[in-house]
């Protein structure tokens, strides 16, 4: 996988700042971060499902701790989309993040990935995604679906020193837990998982941590001088407190004092070079959803002769298969024969009161695997997320010698469900988990209790390139990420909770 410049989006706890230690591992550059914040800066809390914001006032040290440019923008929006998969929606808080890594684009072009720490939510991941797909970024979430207890030993291990600024679970108190290093807290919250199943690393919104130091923090560690405790719930089991900062100072790790360190800072703010506020609003075109492409309505006329159709019902799903029999009339190549077979299968699905987001799986044969990135270019006009807003379909992707055979360079065949109860796993993030699906397809979809999963590769997750060893190897891999998928439909297709970055 090509190396990629990558901003950061940091809430300032441990788990973003651990996705960024993955990102360099897997040798990518952290170039810039991004945060978001609450509007008003006495403001601790926010009510969002999405953004953590508690010791926001401290993120402004971040640039100069790590030495690079740190990106802000004061969040105007509100949760407005409630549902799981996000649709671009205006006022929505998800929508200050697009105008934010849009500037972060402008400013430093040569950026192309965008780092995240989600663990569990899928709330948030979807969002994440769907920012950076509008934005042709590449969602890097190393982090995603991770065993949480390795997680928490891997960063205490990996000297991330970072403390508690909210608790709001059974068995902590914010008089006892906040302020407190996650190493020292770790033997606690593994008893505290054992009596009440807590997420150890706060994935249920058990607390929130603040990072005062770790390795990226090339320059200077902070030093939290004073804080208050602000009682949000003195419920008798769970209480809910926040740690509002008063008063920190950076200590240089350099041998040359760096401006202002080793001098308290009262949280006023302070002209830093290398910090930008993000204002303005989202001024994004483009054509609105559902809005067809020209390209995909001037279709070349082809006779019927040409085009074949099958089609066969079971139960509640019936398939459709198309190709084009005869290659002798005006060459179209391969992208003109698969545009006019999709156009004519959603013709058949509209004929049947029915389109695309009712496709549960989806077969994609040409005749020539190389040119896979045009046959793509062409999928993605008609299998969109807005034309699917329930999850776009799996899809396999096989080369057979259809010239030869006399089906022309591309024979699709769907397999479409009569309701709308499928649910789909489509993780687009590159992760450790399996293998992303950047394309227009998910890894699997579930409907009726039976899963239909995307065709794999013996990809190693985190890189997306093929596993060295020959094709032995590559099988092996393969099986290990449709394992992974497997293991994980249960919870990423039945979503219960937001969880927290």
Known sequence: MQKMKVVALVSGGKDSCYAMMKCIQYGHQIVAVANLLPADDSVDELDSYMYQTVGHQIIVSYAECMGVPLFRRRI???????????????????????????????????????????????????????????????????????????????????????????????????????????AF?????????????????????????????????QNARIMLDDFQVVLHSSDSIAPVGVLHPLKFHLESKQSNSLSGNNKTNDLCREN???????????????????????????????SSHRLHLSKTEKD??????????????????????????????????????????????????????????QANETYVRFITQDKCPFGVPSRSTIELPLIQDGLGRAYVEVLVANDQSKRVLHVQSISCWAPSCIGPYSQATLHKEILHMAGQLGFDPPTM????????????SALQNSESTCRNKADSLCPRDYGNA
């Open 272 to 302: 830093i070079s290398s910090v930008f506020e993000v204002q303005g609003v989202n001024l994004e075109e483009c054509k609105a959803p559902g809005e067809p492409d020209p390209e995909v309505n001037d279709l070349i006329e082809v």
């Open 316 to 373: 509640n799903t019936f398939s459709i298969c198309c190709w084009l029999q005869d290659t002798s009339g005006p060459p179209t190549g391969l992208q003109g024969d698969l545009k006019l077979i999709l156009r004519q299968i959603e013709l058949q699905l509209e004929g049947c009161g029915l389109g695309w987001e009712h496709v549960l799986y989806i077969h994609l044969y040409i005749s020539d695997m190389d040119q896979f990135t």
């Open 185 to 217: 807290l770790e033997p606690y919250l593994h008893k505290l998982k054992d009596l009440y199943g807590i997420n150890v690393c706060g994935e249920g919104g058990e607390y929130e941590t603040l990072t005062l130091d770790c390795p990226l923090f």
């Open 465 to 476: 390139t093929l596993c060295d060893g020959g094709s032995t190897a590559e099988l092996e």
């Open 76 to 182: 105007q929006g509100s949760t407005r989309h409630h549902k799981l998969s996000y649709q671009r929606t205006p006022g929505d808080e998800v929508e200050d993040m697009f105008i934010l890594l849009n500037e972060v684009k402008k400013q430093i072009p040569s950026i192309t990935a965008v780092s995240s720490g989600a663990i569990a939510s899928d709330y948030q991941r979807l969002r994440v995604e769907s920012v950076c797909s509008r934005l042709g970024l590449v969602s890097l979430a190393y982090l995603w679906k991770q065993d949480q207890s390795l997680l928490l030993q891997e960063m205490i291990t990996n000297e991330i020193m970072a403390i508690t600024v909210k608790v709001a679970a059974m068995g902590l108190d914010p008089a006892k837990h906040l302020g407190k290093e996650i």
